[in-house]
């Protein structure tokens, strides 16, 4: 029954935090506290029948989560919301203790996560540049034109490829390397750049808005590129009232909450369909 319980709000949550993500860019500090309080609340209460292992499982998967949502957040991987998130994720997932196979099932959450979370944010990327394929195309060339002597370079590298291909077929694959990573970055970089960077209102700031540009006043420099905190924000706000600023330039990422949900999906019945579509050829 506790499984069932933690299970049932950890989808409300992941499915209510990734529409408002996708909508906003953002998730509410009320949805992550909430998650957070009710997956201890539960486990304390559930924890007089069950005894004291279902409260340190939670405890030890939110120390875990709260050490990886750090070192995400403050290398300007993640926003503070979705930091909070995994934090969340950790005490509804936990650590079973005593160990056993269930155990792993937070660290195979976080690598799907991280895996699902990549396929995710190229997918939504390249909806991005089909949808304003003209700016995309227009800046794509102009970069390609940039860097034609390490185009040419690659262009060579790939006919060298091509030549030992022929002698080693097990190479092949390594053809679509050179030039595919190198245009893959640039269409990543495109991307940012023209969609995700944008000119904000310090008012309109909230925390965990990555500020990607040094902001100054009379050529000094009154805050360096980071991700905002709420001290930040009311600086910078400050700022604005006192006339001294006018725009910020910060970057808005993938909405990436979605991604949570995709990995606790696979979580939850991975295994199931992975038995389900392996019966159909064993």
Known sequence: MLDIILITIAFIVLFIASYIDI?????????????????????????????????????????????????????????????????????????????????????????????????????????????????????????VKSKKKLSLFLIILTIILIVFSVLKIYLWPLIFFPLGLFYLFISINIVEKTCFFKKVKPEHLTEGDWLIEDVKVKRKIVMGAKTLEKEDVWKLRFLERENKIKKVLIKEGVPFVPSFLFAYLLLIFGQKVFTWVLSFFV
């Open 23 to 143: 909508r906003t860019r953002e998730v509410p500090d009320w949805l992550n506290y909430g998650l957070i309080f009710s997956a201890f609340g539960i486990r304390i209460i559930y924890s007089f029948s069950l005894g004291w292992e279902i409260i340190l499982s939670g405890i030890l998967g939110f120390i875990v989560c709260l050490g990886l949502a750090f070192l995400f957040y403050y290398t300007n991987q993640w926003g503070g919301g979705d930091s909070k998130l995994l934090m969340g994720m950790g005490a509804i997932i936990g650590i079973t203790y005593p160990f056993d196979a269930s155990s792993w099932n937070l660290l195979f959450f976080f690598l799907a996560l991280l895996f699902l979370g990549a396929i995710y944010g190229l997918i939504f990327m390249v909806g991005i540049a089909v949808k304003k394929r003209k700016i995309f195309m227009k800046e794509f060339i102009k970069s």
